[in-house]
Nanobody, 125 residues
Framework: QVQLVESGGGQVQAGNSLRLSCATS????????MAWFRQAPGREREFVAG????????YYGDSVKGRFTLSRDTAKNTMYLQMNSLKPEDTAVYYC??????????????????WGQGTQVTVSS
């Protein structure tokens, strides 16, 4: 069982930055691809960014390209999502997800076997 714990959400003004973290167990982190999804009220959960198991490849949704950066720190068993130039439309609950055996590029929810509890990000104008 893979446990994912998100942190770093909060409320910021447009144009500011936040960094989300997703921590997992040492036994699993180095072997699985991971991703961030988000879900705004009344909308479907959407792919934000993904990273391969070794961190060699990253993938981004069109709406966040150039503003968000995904990385992973094997020593800390943690994945980070640096979010810059935040916009009100980035407001959502952000979820960390793990895809054992996958590439980290999939935008399909069913491809991810494990999910965190979510962390709220609110961007005011």
């Amino acid at each position: 069982q893979v446990q994912l714990v998100e942190s770093g959400g909060g409320q910021v003004q447009a144009g500011n930055s936040l960094r989300l973290s997703c921590a997992t167990s040492e036994q699993t982190f180095g072997r699985i691809a991971m991703a961030w999804f988000r879900q705004a009220p009344g909308r479907e959960r959407e792919f934000v960014a993904g990273i391969s198991w070794n961190g060699g490849s990253t993938y981004y949704g069109d709406s966040v390209k150039g503003r968000f950066t995904l990385s992973r720190d094997t020593a800390k068993n943690t994945m980070y999502l640096q979010m810059n130039s935040l916009k009100p439309e980035d407001t959502a609950v952000y979820y960390c997800a793990a895809d054992p055996g996958g590439p980290g590029s999939s935008s399909f929810l069913d491809d991810y076997d494990y999910w965190g509890q979510g962390t709220q990000v609110t961007v005011s104008s």
